[in-house]
């Protein structure tokens, strides 16, 4: 055990040697939220805590100065921030919060619909270059990690090197990339009030290329394919609970207005509908952010529900992009006497 | 089958006019410069395809006589355009001569200075596709 | 001449029609005696704009083999605008169940004014025949209301 | 759980002959909650509502349900016979077994079958049925009527008579609207101004008439009973209530060169001006892009002429805020633009006018001094043509697709007296059809024919040709004798279609009215309320609506003006309880049904709440009950289900479906 | 011992399947979860952890209780049946093995759950011991010998291509004796088998989170744990989702549902619930934890305090890692352990 300990000491100790000069974004934010924490700017400031593994940052708030320690922002802070912006706005004071370019649009979504307070949140824009999927990671059959190099911001690797107890291990960042950083919507931050931190362009694939491919589907196919991705579903509401666009106080799957309370599938109809229903409330809303993707436990594609919708506006009612502008209307609460009508969906075929 | 019904549902389709709509206000007649020349008059035409008598519409003189210069199209205020419906009858006893019209290509040769204009860009129009 | 009544497929068909125009029209093929199935049950709601997506569902998951929305024509509707969001809606949610693959003719939208008694009376034949032809929804239907 | 009472008619034998009454009652009462089921040859009739009346007392019902024919029928009877047996009637519901039913089907197996289930949707839905009260709202006694033409002046005029007071908002800067421009009126050829203007000095003298010109409507809020109405008062610069309206300033106005709005740009007027020598209030504005003092500092000779002192050029706009129980539209008509019209070649050639230009031109007010002549040279046209439709009943995007009603009319007066007062004159009328359906119309136009020797061609007008002479060459056929017609005319008059004033769109937005695809306003119903919009509290008057001649629109003025008194002779309204409600514990407070609100009946507020034992302040949706028309837009965009419909609730409609569906 | 080459393993699973209901770990849609066996499911023994544990196969996430079914305006109920055919569920680990031990102690004492215990009577569990044991694991801190899960009926290890069998119970016989023809005896099976156990042992060492210390955490420790202000902190990032709890061998909560299948009647059914969830425990009063703080506390306590107060000191967590693993904002019984140790150790 000794020598465990040893052994991870000095391989702790030689990957922050290895990343020291590359963590300057992470120790800029850590600096600038310290200084606004002391002028009285901020009163606690929202970020992501080091894991007790290389892969697991959490959420977390920052309020002292020695808090900082455990401060991280690296290629695992995947986690949206936004939605944490609703509780945090009901809390005295401003809160700091760090968003990366994608997490902006959810918080100006979430502005738009007033469950998030501006005034109450400080913005600090930082800078993204892809975030990780340990799942990915892990299916490439990469086990018993102990440390992971190559995560950092700055770090111009294009490769991840882990080490574990197998032996190390490396791979290409981007095959380790989330799915929705392939489709990045672009680096740039709808609002903040500053930012710290270059970015990275990561998009290179078509975000509706896995939407065509289903649409082209017989609807057999169609059919059995979401019926085993679905049937997966363990209805453990990870999805909707990190959606920031399903910010409802009581979803109706968990009152009793339509009787669809319902905590665990019985039959396989309730999941499309728990699904299809989702999709549907977050329709003209929903940032395409990927969380509901990311924390699925059982891996299901839920974004290809959000995508198809988000097709279909773009394609029916005009281009929009939830969460780029302030506008009040989204597209299912607007209307062009033109529209297309409801048939076109057999039309088309 | 050859029957008047299809021929006139077939003008209705290589026109994509509905006959119907015309109110009768006779403004293609008025607008027409070869309505002198005419036995079955532009505003006649719609009524000879609402009332499928495509017989003697491709008979007629007039079939012949439109150059083609659809004022009618552009005027009228129904969105009947006669023109087209002219157009369209030619096209009728063109595809029921079968093979012996003329390819588009051989349109260019048989030209001569004497050709009416309206006639060449009558011609164009219609081999445009 | 002993056709098997039984054995036939009769289709479950829910209409929702919004009581200013679809409803009326309804009331007016009746008046007609414009006749269509009586496969087809009529629900009335004040606007196309009320049915919510869930109802839909709810329908199929309750055995319905068809569901049919009708409202009045856009730019009639009595409330302005409520079929304008409603056809958004439907729009939407018709190509989500196509895109799960469920057959797209099992729902519609159709706008039927109050004068349009035969234009009820052919859809409800048009939609019955085509819900006939698809036969029995077996993938939304959920199965505990069938053996119950 | 309810008690609940079923009734089945039979209507006759309407019912009966196909739906097996006697055993829709034996299913109802298998049914869970149903204590009492009975049928009846006609349960509308006085002895069908006893019949109710006695249950509902006897079995203590809580709940209604009637197999009937539709509740667009009944359902108001049966909800009447309901609460006078002291039930709330909105717990009352009815399975539409006639018209839906037993009128369509012929097998008295499937009829029967369907009608239980029809029934049995109407009993899930009345489980869930609550008591509902309508609401009340107070009705603010003042009208407010917008637009000062005959229509308005009309309007206010009956309502002011019947004791109510009424503000007119005219844009312009005087009343009187189309109407004055014209100069004599079919079908007895009064002088337009000899029955207009003492119209317009009695709604100028009226007491309980307060009338805003030169204003415009800036923002209406409320709702029937209680808007609140913004009227922008543009600035005029001229002290309404010093001016005598001696006209001295007029004369004496350096500036001449704009043309005048009220001729249709045939003359000009000066930068102060009147639009007519009749206008009421008899005040001049200042046209501030035109008068040299706004423009260059430099000027003030009206200041300095005017005796009164009313000149002010510092005057801004100001914002005047009224409250009103009932609102009458009555924004009017103009003609439709003709440059689309190329072939009529009205933009090439002076001596091509439209009908309405020849009013200006007829009239001895008018930039002739009422004399007939070429606008190119003066000279008297010898030779008149008349197009009519022009942009009227068009199938394309050049005009409109509706007739316009008047001009076969007003043609016929044009060309009557024309060929009256010019003998000399010939006057050829191409039309498609002439409509005179009205009264002493078709008369009338026979007199152009047969008494004035109008010449009326059947055919359109293909083209209209300025030629090196001056004159006109008209091309157009003759249909009914097969030729083609080339005539060269004088003088080309171009019956041009009328479309709604442009600013009603504006307004019908801003009082959430609706308005159909050619911008007229949609009335309630076309045949039984065609002066009402169907936004409560709204009312139509005039050529808004569709077009109309002056008798019509006179008439539809009063019958607004009735309507609007109906309403403000009550001292309350009763409000339609089937509204949305917001639950407050669910709302997210997202602002998204507002969105979706055509009314405006949904605003939110900053609440404290108590969710089970967690207090917080949050924004909650809250609808105003007068204002919710209960359509339910709301409740499908919530995403909570928060926002809710009474009387068509998640759950009722819900237990429709699944009792069609069982 | 016996064994058998891990390529005749079909063969043992068909000849196991044709007798009775065989539950093994199944990949589907990119996923292992145990799931029944037939000719086309795709065998995944390779997985560590699959992603909900095996405890399904005892206490299912949802299944139906009695029906009442209506009858005009009379009202039937029938009872639904009890397990009552034999079945197998192969390849569970040491650690889910002793997840089943937690979940007896709640529902096979008075009262006694019924459709719990036909399902334990009926079901032989076939366990596979750990051949790679991932940084998430941390069985041991548990008691676990993840080399070696000697509390199934069956234990079985995977060696170079081969699995060796042991029968540990009089179950385990019994089906060792229907699937005899396949195995072959080995008496050499032993040593190779225990050299396998001493390598993952060693392997078990290496790994960062076997080594936790539970100091501080026992029964008595109630209303120190409970009013620690440390609560106020850890929960902030939970989302309140029931990852956890739905991938956890020992979670055992559960709510009873109603499902109103329209007119013909009404079936109630118990699922799986989550404390983490806001209507966890709702009463028509309210709810007894308010906030996400206290349900968040509930969870951990209830691993760490209550259970153990009530089972002779045993904790409800088995060290499985699924929690660690599958936590969408990354938080688990292992930080939140971590954080007391910190806090104690700074005191």
């Given at each position: 055990m000794q020598e465990f300990v040893k052994a991870t000491s000095q391989a702790g100790a030689s990957s922050h040697l290895a990343t020291a000069g590359q963590r300057e974004s992470q120790t800029r934010v850590i600096n600038r939220a310290k200084e606004l924490l002391a002028d009285g700017t901020v009163a606690r400031v929202l970020g992501w805590k080091a894991g007790d593994l290389p892969y697991n940052p959490e959420p977390a708030y920052f309020?002292?100065?020695?808090?900082?320690?455990d401060f991280v922002y690296n290629?695992?802070?995947?986690?949206?921030?936004s939605k944490y912006m609703i509780e945090a706005s009901k809390l005295e004071g401003k809160t700091l919060v760090c968003l990366k370019p994608c997490d902006t649009y959810s918080f100006q979504e979430l502005m738009k619909e007033h469950r998030v307070d501006r005034d109450k949140a400080y913005i600090i824009g930082v800078g993204c270059k892809g975030k990780l999927d340990i799942e990915k990671i892990k299916a490439m059959?990469?086990?018993?990690?102990q440390s992971i190099s190559g995560?950092?911001?700055?770090?111009?690797?294009?490769t991840l090197t882990i080490q574990t107890i197998y032996g190390e291990k490396t791979c290409a960042y981007k095959d380790a990339m989330l799915e929705r950083c392939h489709v990045c919507?672009?680096?740039?931050?709808?609002?903040?009030d500053e930012i710290i931190g270059e970015s990275k362009e990561t998009k290179?694939?078509?975000?509706?290329t896995e939407v065509e491919k289903i649409e082209a589907m017989s609807p057999e196919e169609k059919f059995a394919f979401f019926q085993k991705e679905l049937s997966?579903?363990?209805?453990?509401n990870a999805c909707r609970n990190v959606?920031?666009?399903?910010?409802?106080?009581?979803?109706v799957f968990d009152s009793n207005k339509f009787d669809?309370?319902?905590?665990?599938?019985?039959?396989?109809f309730e999941e499309k509908m728990f699904h299809i229903i989702r999709a549907f409330h977050v329709?003209?809303?929903?940032?395409?952010?990927?969380e509901c993707s990311r924390v699925c436990p059982q891996g299901i594609p839920l974004h290809l529900f959000n995508r198809k919708f988000i097709k279909d506006i773009d394609e029916l009612y005009g281009e929009y992009q939830a969460g780029?502008?302030?506008?009040?209307?989204?597209p299912l609460t607007d209307y062009r006497f033109e529209d297309a009508e409801p048939g076109i969906v057999a039309e088309r075929g | 089958m050859k029957t008047e019904k299809n021929r006139a549902e077939l003008i209705k389709e290589i026109s994509g006019?509905?006959?119907?709509?015309?109110?009768?206000?006779g403004k293609c007649s008025a607008s027409c410069p070869s309505y002198n020349e005419m036995d079955i008059k532009p505003h006649q035409f719609v009524s000879y395809v609402i009332n499928e008598d495509i017989e003697s519409l491709v008979n007629s003189k007039s079939l012949w006589k439109?150059?083609?210069?659809?004022a009618c199209v552009e005027r009228c205020p129904r969105d009947v355009k006669p023109g087209k419906l002219i157009d369209a009858a030619r096209q009728i006893v063109v595809r029921e001569r079968d093979n012996t019209y003329l390819s588009p290509d051989e349109v260019p040769e048989l030209?001569?200075?004497?050709?009416?204009q309206q006639l060449l860009v009558s011609a164009f129009r219609r081999y445009r596709r | 001449m002993s056709i098997e009544k039984n054995e036939e497929f009769r289709p479950k068909i829910v209409a929702f029609c919004c009581n200013w125009c679809s409803y009326a029209g309804a009331d007016l093929a009746g008046s007609s005696r414009m006749s269509y199935s009586a496969d087809v049950k009529i629900i009335r709601v004040?606007?196309?704009?009320?049915?919510?997506p869930m109802f839909i569902l709810r329908a199929f998951e309750r055995g319905a083999d068809g569901v049919i929305m009708c409202g009045c024509h856009p730019g009639d509707c009595h409330y302005t605008s409520g079929n304008f969001y409603a056809r958004r809606r439907m729009t939407l949610l018709f190509s989500m169940l196509d895109y799960i693959g469920?057959?797209?003719?099992r729902t519609r939208v159709e706008w039927v004014s109050a004068a349009e008694g035969a234009k009820f009376s052919q859809t409800m034949h048009e939609f019955v025949d085509k819900i006939t032809s698809l036969?029995?929804?077996?993938?939304?239907?959920?199965?505990r209301c069938r053996n119950l | 759980m309810q008690r609940i009472g079923v009734f089945v008619c039979h209507c006759g034998t309407n019912i009966a002959a196909t739906v097996d009454v006697k055993k829709v009652v034996e299913m109802a009462?298998?049914?869970?909650?149903?204590?009492h089921a009975e049928d009846y040859a006609?349960?509308?009739s006085e002895a069908g509502q006893e019949l109710i009346h006695k249950a509902i007392k006897e079995k203590k019902l809580t709940g209604l349900v009637v197999c009937s024919c539709s509740p667009r029928m009944h359902e108001t009877t049966f909800r009447n016979a309901a609460e006078k047996a002291?039930?709330?009637?909105?717990m009352v519901e009815i399975a539409?077994?006639?018209?839906?039913?037993s009128w369509i089907h012929k097998d008295i197996g499937e009829a029967t079958e369907k009608a239980v289930i029809l029934m049995r949707a109407a009993i899930a839905k009345v489980n869930l049925d609550a008591p509902l009260k309508p609401g009340e709202s107070k009705v603010t006694k003042r009208a407010l009527v917008i637009g000062g033409g005959i229509a308005g002046i009309q309007t206010a005029l009956d309502i002011a008579e019947a004791g109510y007071p009424v503000d007119i908002v005219e844009?312009?800067?005087?009343?009187?609207?189309?109407m004055s421009q014209l100069d004599k009126t079919f079908?007895?050829?009064?002088c337009s101004s000899c029955i207009l203007t003492p119209k317009m000095g009695e709604v100028n003298a009226h007491p309980l008439i307060n009338i805003y010109t030169?204003?415009?409507?800036?923002s209406v809020a409320g709702f029937v009973g209680d808007f609140t109405v913004e009227i922008r008062k543009k600035a005029?610069?001229?002290?309404m209530d010093k001016?005598?309206?001696?006209g001295l300033c007029q004369e004496k106005c350096?500036?001449?060169k704009s043309l005048s709005e009220f001729n249709r740009g045939l003359s000009t007027r000066s930068a102060?001006?009147?639009?007519?020598?009749?206008?009421?209030?008899n005040v001049p504005v200042i046209d501030r892009e035109a008068c040299i003092k706004f423009k260059t500092?430099?000027?003030g000779i009206c200041s300095k002429v005017c005796q009164a002192g009313a000149?002010?050029?510092d005057q801004t706009d100001e914002i005047v805020t009224e409250k009103y129980g009932a609102i009458v539209v009555a924004t009017g008509f103009d003609m439709i633009k003709l440059?689309?019209?190329?072939e009529y070649a009205y933009s090439q050639?002076?001596?091509?006018?439209?009908s309405l230009e020849l009013e200006r031109i007829m009239n001895a007010a008018g930039p002739t001094g009422g004399h007939l002549e070429?606008?190119?040279?003066g000279k008297d046209p010898k030779e008149i043509v008349f197009i009519q439709c022009v942009g009227s009943?068009?199938?394309?995007?050049?005009?409109?697709?509706?007739?316009?009603?008047?001009c076969c009319m007003y043609t016929a007066k044009h060309a009557m007296l024309i060929r009256d007062k010019y003998p000399d004159t010939n006057v050829t009328v191409f039309y498609i059809d002439v409509r005179t359906p009205g009264k002493n119309f078709d008369e009338f136009y026979r007199r152009a024919v047969e008494d004035y020797g109008v010449n009326y061609i059947k055919g359109q007008v293909g083209k209209v040709i300025p030629q090196p002479n001056g004159k006109l060459l008209v091309q157009g056929a003759d249909l009914l004798d097969s030729k083609q017609i080339l005539k060269e005319a004088d003088m080309v008059v171009l019956a041009a279609a009328i479309e709604p004033n442009p600013d009603v769109r504006k307004i019908a937005t801003m009082l959430t009215a609706s308005i159909d695809t050619n911008n007229f306003l949609t009335e309630?119903?076309?045949?039984?309320?065609?002066?009402?919009?169907?936004?409560?509290?709204i009312f139509l008057s005039g050529v808004c609506q569709g077009p109309k001649d002056i008798p019509e629109t006179v008439s539809q003025a009063g019958a607004a003006a009735v309507k609007a008194i109906g309403l403000l002779a009550k001292d309350k309204l009763l409000t339609n309880p089937c509204t949305a409600h917001s639950d407050e514990l669910m709302?997210?407070?997202?602002s998204q049904c507002a969105n979706v609100c055509p009314y405006g009946a949904i605003t939110y507020e900053d609440r404290e709440v108590n969710d089970h034992g967690i207090r917080e302040r949050r924004r909650i949706a809250v609808v105003n009950d007068a204002l919710c028309?209960?359509?339910?837009a709301c409740t499908v965009t919530c995403p909570s289900g928060a926002m809710d419909l009474q009387g068509f609730s998640n759950r009722q409609i819900l237990a429709e479906v699944d009792a069609i569906c069982r | 011992m016996y064994k058998i080459a891990k390529e005749n393993l079909t063969a043992l699973f068909q000849k196991i399947a044709s007798e009775q209901e065989l539950y093994l770990p199944v990949k589907t849609a990119g996923q292992t979860n145990f799931g029944v066996w037939t000719e086309d499911a795709q065998v995944?023994?390779?997985?560590?952890?699959?992603?909900?544990?095996?405890?399904d196969a005892f206490f299912p996430q949802s299944e139906t209780l009695y029906t009442c079914i209506r009858d005009g305006k009379k009202l039937k109920i029938e009872p639904e049946a009890l397990k009552d055919q034999n079945f197998v569920v192969f390849g569970m680990r040491g650690c889910d093995v002793k997840g089943v031990e937690v979940l007896d102690r709640v529902f096979l004492?008075?009262?006694?759950?019924t459709f719990y215990a036909a399902r334990r009577d009926h079901g032989t569990i076939v366990a596979l011991a750990c051949h790679e044991p991932e940084e998430?694991?941390?069985c041991k801190v548990f008691g676990v010998d993840a080399a070696d899960p000697?509390?199934?009926?069956v234990a079985t290890w995977i060696i170079d291509g081969t699995l060796y069998w042991k029968a540990l119970t009089e179950k385990g016989e019994a089906l060792t004796e229907t699937v005899k023809d396949l195995l072959e005896e080995d008496n050499s099976a032993d040593e190779i088998v225990e050299k396998e156990k001493a390598s993952v042992r060693d392997i078990v060492e290496k790994?960062?989170?076997?080594?936790?210390s539970l100091e501080g955490?026992?029964?008595?420790v109630l209303m120190e744990k409970f009013e620690d202000p440390l609560w106020d902190e850890l929960?902030?990032?939970?989302?309140?989702?029931g990852t956890c709890t739905f991938v956890?061998?020992?979670?055992?909560c559960y709510d009873i549902k109603d499902y109103d299948?329209?007119?013909n009647g009404v079936q109630r059914y118990r699922c799986w619930d989550s404390?983490?969830?806001?209507?966890?425990?709702?009463m028509a009063h309210g709810?007894?934890?308010?906030?996400q703080k206290e349900r968040f506390r509930q969870r951990f306590m209830h691993k760490l305090v209550y259970y153990p107060a009530n089972n002779?000191?045993?904790?409800?967590?088995?060290?499985?890692g699924r929690c660690v693993e599958k936590c969408p904002a990354s938080l688990n019984i292992v930080k939140v352990i971590k954080a007391f140790q910190k806090q104690g150790g700074e005191q």
């Open positions: 309020e002292k100065e020695e808090d900082f320690a290629g695992f802070c995947g986690a949206n921030l059959g990469i086990k018993g990690i995560a950092e911001l700055e770090d111009e690797a294009e919507k672009g680096k740039d931050h709808m609002i903040f290179d694939a078509d975000r509706f997966k579903c363990i209805r453990c959606c920031p666009a399903c910010s409802c106080r009581k979803c669809s309370a319902q905590k665990a599938n019985v039959d396989s329709a003209g809303r929903c940032t395409d952010c990927g780029a502008d302030l506008e009040p209307r989204t | 006019v509905n006959p119907l709509k015309c109110m009768k206000c439109c150059l083609s210069c659809f030209l001569d200075p004497e050709t009416p | 004040p606007c196309s704009c009320r049915v919510n469920v057959e797209s003719g036969g029995k929804n077996v993938r939304l239907e959920d199965l | 009462q298998h049914e869970p909650g149903v204590v006609y349960m509308c002291g039930l709330n009637p909105y539409n077994i006639r018209e839906h039913c844009k312009t800067p005087s009343i009187g609207g189309r079908p007895t050829l009064d030169y204003s415009e409507v800036e005029r610069s001229v002290d001016c005598t309206g001696c350096p500036s001449k102060i001006y009147t639009p007519f020598a009749q206008a009421v209030p500092g430099k000027c000149i002010d050029y440059d689309k019209y190329d050639s002076k001596d091509v006018i439209t070429r606008l190119s040279d009943r068009c199938a394309d995007d050049r005009g409109k697709s509706y007739c316009s009603k008047i309630a119903h076309a045949k039984l309320r065609p002066v009402e919009s169907p936004t409560a509290g709302c997210n407070g997202c028309q209960g359509c339910g | 995944d023994l390779d997985t560590l952890k699959t992603v909900k544990s095996p405890k004492v008075d009262p006694l759950d998430t694991c941390f000697s509390a199934a009926d790994l960062p989170y076997m080594h936790l955490w026992n029964g008595d929960y902030k990032p939970c989302l309140a989702c956890c061998p020992t979670c055992q299948a329209g007119r404390c983490m969830y806001s209507d966890f425990t709702m709810n007894n934890r308010k906030s002779e000191g045993m904790y409800s967590c088995v060290g499985c």
